[in-house]
């Protein structure tokens, strides 16, 4: 069985910061991908980016692409998302997802969910 641990989220005001990140555990990992999807109150899962083994590979959603960054370390079977000048619209419950291979932006498609944690964003 597969856990993920997410921690790192919180309240800020708006143009702040923060840096969740979310580790995984429970069986040996071989060339998965790691990722971040969030949920706004009466909204669909939005993928918000993720990063692959093999060259630590990322692919960041176009509603957060030059504010977020992803990153991983393998060692620690550990993601990270930075997250800077946060918006309203940023708030949300954000996931960590794992996936076996590749990359897709489609939620159904990650067999392994974290609980989430609560991003607001105050304006």
């Known amino acids: 069985q597969v856990q993920l641990v997410e921690s790192g989220g919180g309240l800020v005001q708006t143009g702040g910061s923060l840096r969740p990140f979310c580790a995984a555990s429970?069986?040996?990992?071989?060339?998965?991908?790691m990722g971040w999807f969030r949920q706004a109150p009466g909204k669909e899962h939005e993928f918000v980016g993720a990063a692959a083994w093999i060259g630590c590979n990322t692919y960041s959603a176009n509603s957060v692409e030059g504010r977020f960054t992803i990153s991983r370390d393998n060692a620690k079977n550990t993601v990270y998302l930075q997250m800077n000048n946060l918006k309203p619209e940023d708030t949300a419950v954000y996931y960590c997802?794992?996936?076996?291979?590749?990359?897709?932006?489609?939620?159904?498609?990650?067999?392994?969910w974290g609980q989430g944690t609560q991003v607001t964003v105050s304006s």
């Open positions: 429970g069986r040996p990992f071989r060339s998965y991908t």
């Open positions: 997802v794992v996936i076996d291979s590749g990359i897709t932006t489609i939620p159904g498609a990650y067999p392994y």
